[in-house]
């Protein structure tokens, strides 16, 4: 079963937990600046709103790529790009819709999320629940099940229930 | 590993910047931030300097745990000399400018001199460049912030600023950072304007790594985890620091009106409850929570104002979210100015953010201001024709302004209430200890933070020392020295490690000293590490006494020392300084006129 990253802004009060963990696990220090996953905030700071990539399945960054240094990692869906191979062209960043995938001046590569193997750190340290982790076929269901709840309620007010 | 060894120095007179290895001596015994900064300032400056004058030094320091991934991570201090007190000043933040400073490689920055313009720094990892500040002299907190990001096309810059107030020395303008997170305390804003220093803009892209990493994340776990199922962790998260009004209204330790009450009949207009009702008309002042950098509490409020109230009714811009009501602000423009519109005390936070001042000691400020004006010593001729009365919101919003941008009577306002009551004749309405205007606890029925009050090294402070829990259980001043002492040595090791005092409700001295032995080189043991606070607390101290301040600093108010308790569970109490105090300078180890003994100099390595 392959899981996604789902992402509720609501839950995220911009702590950066996430970018921590991301950029401890991938480079061994922590470091927002190189994290793949970045919190960006809105409105003197009333909204706060936690991004990466989504794993496209027909990968606009994996295409584009001119020495097939991009591959999907099989058991986790994740595009992974393998440093060995990339030349630090760039064009997989022009061609990602969502910025997603970026250059790293450190080392000459891209770097993107490659969902720590399947185990992704970001998730589990963020202290709200805002990045979760689960089956990918699902993403949808806690936003079916609030609607549903909610639907309820409003049935049970009514005298349905 | 967890301190970046590099400590950039800036000196403004002559326009030059450099990068010089961190004294590993000194951060060996005094850990980072707060304790670091301390020992800087000691071997960088005569303590008897004009706290405005070009030989104050302006110290921004991290700790060891800053930028980590320790819960709280985000802190930074402000450690100079403080105009407001003419002693130490010690202002901590959070946010993100902390964590962003120690990310482009710096444990401390500091500023010496002043430059002949004004400026600004534009800090990226290792190249610090000073530059003129032309057009934001002039401007606010929030259109600072704005510019430089744009200016430097990096919306991710993070800036710690000042407005106008701390550019013409307003003696409590604080350094703001993030937009609504402040160095708040002691004038820290007025030193840096008085460097002709606009703001310090830093992006930091080299990371921050710590000894033992796996030994370091279980302990960071385990830490973490105690944060979740705790009850004081769970309360500031849901109402915020705002929940402490209605326990100090309950308990008859809320200062009212100057102090001449210790409850307020309006405390549920302006309390979390209140901020969470919804009017008639749909608006609810409470947006949501915030985290400041690591942190896993989120006790910060993010609100906003009613359309249709006086104050912005004609003033859109002021429509927008913004840091929400903490309670010492609500404190100090609630009850302590008689005043329950809680859309005027929003809105007064919003200017003291915006124009970089602590609401704290505006706040205790006009106040005074509002007795002397009752008393007729104060008149409309003084004011500008403002009504300057308690329950006057119209005058807390007017007189936040004009002193933010230094008009009219505002100016008089900039001098604290210690020089406003002096230069009106009755310095004894002045509620302050060494000059710094009062927390929201009165020390009548709180006697062991009286003792702290008292005592603190930057003036009357809440957060030096923790005893609520034993003035809760017992109204006297027996045995409160000891937990008074205790608490400040404890609470000084902590303000140096980059982490936040709030993690307190959950953790123990042996949290804290497993985070740091597994961040740090060494063994970090928690003996080690409270002598470490001890030691701060007394160079704190030798500072203070070498700037000119004595044993008649550490002293309360006449108005807490003889006048009782008006209600409350205090009723009829006055604050116990005189069975506190003695006991508490043998207990620290110092002579009766309040000078550390060459014992405890020697213990404490603090020899010269």
Known sequence: MQKSLLIDPAKCTSCLQCEMACSFEHEGVFNPAKSRIKVFEFEHGLRAIPYTCTQCAEAWCMQACPVEAITKNPATGAMEVDEGTCVGCKVCTIACPFGTINYNQSTGKVIKCDLCGGDPECAKACPTGAIVYVDADWTGYQRMEAWAVKTHAEGAARGEG | MAWQRKVLRVDLTKGVSEIEPLNMDWANAYLGERGLATKYLWENMDPKADAMGPDNVLIFATGPLTGTMASTSGRYAVVTKGPLTGAIACSNSGGKFGAELKFAGYDLLIIQGVSPEPVYLHIVDDSCEIVPAGELWGGTVWETEEKLKAKHQNPLLKVASIGV?????????????????????????AVMGSKNLKAVAVHGTLGV??????????????????????DGRKELTELGTNAMIDAMQEFGGLPTRNFHEVQFEGVGNINPEAMERVTPEGHRNLLTNKACFGCTIACGRIAHID??????????????ASGGLEYETAYAFGPLLGIDDIDALTFASFLMNEHGMDPISFGGTLASAMELYGMGVITDKDTDGVALEFGNAEALTVMAEKTGKYEGFGQTLGLGSRLLCEKYGHPELSMTVKGQEFAGYDSRALQGMGLGFATS?????????????????????????????DSQDLI????????????????GVEEFQKQIDAACEGDWPVERLLEIGERIWNLERLFNLRAGLTAADDTLPKRLLEEPAPGGTAKGKVAQLD?????????RGWTPEGVPSNETLDRLKLQA
Request: hydrophobic share 35%; with cysteine; charged share 25%.
């Open chain 2, 579 to 587: 069975i506190m105090l003695p006991e508490y300078y043998q207990l």
């Open chain 2, 457 to 485: 090294n930057r003036g009357a402070c809440h957060l030096k020392h923790d005893v609520f829990t034993q003035d809760m259980e017992d109204q006297t001043g027996q045995g409160k020295a000891k937990p008074c002492k």
């Open chain 2, 307 to 320: 359309a249709t109230h006086f104050t912005i009714v004609n003033r859109p811009k002021y429509r927008h």
């Open chain 2, 209 to 230: 790594s710590v000894d033992d990493p796996k030994r370091f994340m279980e302990a960071v776990r385990a830490s973490k985890a105690l944060l979740v199922d705790n």
């Open chain 2, 492 to 507: 000084s090791m902590v303000d140096s490690t980059g982490l936040c005092l709030f993690v307190m409700s959950a953790w």
């Open chain 2, 165 to 189: 107030a701390g550019e013409r020395g307003v003696r409590y303008a604080c350094i703001i950072n993030d937009l609504h997170r402040a160095a708040g305390r002691s004038g820290v804003g």
